[in-house]
């Protein structure tokens, strides 16, 4: 369910792959400020523990079968665009083989069950780690941020495979804790900001400002669980004066 919070974060998820593009990454990895490459990365990092964290409490209910049955669907979720990513890519390099393994439409995904749905996530993700340094992988949508939050998925899943029966989900903790950590995660990204600003010397630099600019937009996506839902008019975020 979309909230302020998890509207914030998919903000930050927006300002992540804008960044990796490889002509914004052509621009902040061999030009100062280098702080923001170390800054970027960490918060890569802390983006995909907290998305993974927020769809875990999100879905939590007061039973593990609830809570399993939505969890898999953030599973799902993680994988289909991942999956499809890596068909384009190993077309595009000849290795038909691994393409073959990970062809999946969503239907075929959401079909498979329990340990069958965690291996084959498993393998999405062993494959895209492996290719994600690839040429030209990044731009067909392999990256690190995809594989991390797919990782996470699996680990919750994982975790719900095997909850005993009865157990019980503290559903508004979890929430509590992860709205702490969005809003952490979210004071981060002044500072970013300021340090983005330092790359108008080049036209590719003005280029990823902007970008990076737009992205900083919040929208507002309603109630909707699904991120193809239509969203109303965004709201922009305050942002440092350049």
């Not at 996530?121 to 780690?129: F, G, Q, S, T, V």
């Not at 290719?131 to 992988?137: E, H, K, N, S, V």
Request: net charge neutral; aromatic share 4%; glycine share 4%.
């Amino acid at each position: 369910m979309k909230n302020r919070f998890t509207n914030h974060l998919d903000m930050v998820g927006t300002c992540i792959n804008v960044a990796d593009k490889p002509e914004h990454a052509a621009v902040w990895n061999v030009t100062q400020p280098l702080d923001f490459v170390d800054d970027f990365n960490a918060l890569k990092l802390e983006y995909a523990s907290i998305a993974s964290a927020s769809a875990a409490a999100y879905a939590a209910t007061t039973g593990p079968a609830s809570a399993k049955d939505l969890a898999e669907t953030a599973l799902e979720d993680r994988a289909h665009p991942l999956a499809r990513a890596l068909c384009i890519h190993l077309k595009k390099i000849g290795d038909l083989t691994n393409r073959a393994e990970v062809d999946f439409t969503k239907s075929a995904i959401v079909r498979l069950r329990d340990q069958e749905l965690k291996t084959t996530c498993e393998l999405i993700r062993d494959l895209a780690n492996a290719a994600r340094d690839d040429t030209g992988a990044m731009r067909r949508g392999i990256t690190n941020a995809r594989v991390l939050a797919l990782t996470g998925a699996i680990a919750r899943y994982a975790n719900l495979l095997s909850a005993p029966r009865g157990q019980i989900v503290n559903r508004s903790a979890q929430i509590r804790e992860v709205e702490t950590r969005i809003a952490g995660l979210v004071e981060r990204m002044p500072d970013l900001d300021d340090l983005v600003l330092q790359y108008g010397d080049t036209a590719a630099g003005r280029a990823f400002i902007a970008a990076w600019k737009r992205a900083r937009i919040i929208v507002d996506a309603g109630h909707g669980q699904s991120e193809e839902e239509p969203t109303s008019t965004p709201t922009p975020t305050p942002t440092p004066a350049p």
